[in-house]
Nanobody, 119 residues
């Protein structure tokens, strides 16, 4: 059973930075897509960025130039970690950030981590 756990959220002032981590465990394998999504109060969940096992990356327009996704893969492909570096944060970036991994067509989600940007 694949398990995801996010960490690294918190309260930050506008212009600040945070680094989110997503630890995926339980037999991830060598073919997957990991992604970060976010959901602000009263809004739908939206894509932030994705990264494949091979390293291909996509960003939502709102993330380009400010956010960076990356990942580490364990040699046994059982555990993997994805990161989301958030820079130049704005109040409108306030949301719960979720990690998702897609393996053989199945989606697994983490519980989310709160990011609040406020002075």
């Amino acid at each position: 059973q694949v398990h995801l756990e996010e960490s690294g959220g918190g309260l930050v002032q506008p212009g600040g930075s945070l680094r989110l981590s997503c630890a995926a465990s339980g037999g991830v394998g060598s073919i997957y897509i990991m992604g970060w999504y976010r959901q602000a109060p009263g809004k739908q969940r939206e894509l932030v960025a994705t990264i494949t096992a091979g390293g291909s990356i996509t960003y939502a327009d709102t993330a380009k130039g400010r956010f960076t996704i990356s990942r580490d893969s364990a040699k046994d492909n059982r555990n993997n970690t994805a990161y989301l570096q958030l820079n130049a944060l704005k109040p409108e970036d306030t949301a719960v950030y979720y990690c998702k991994i897609t393996i053989r067509g199945y989606d697994y989600w983490g519980p989310g981590t709160q990011v609040t940007v406020s002075s």
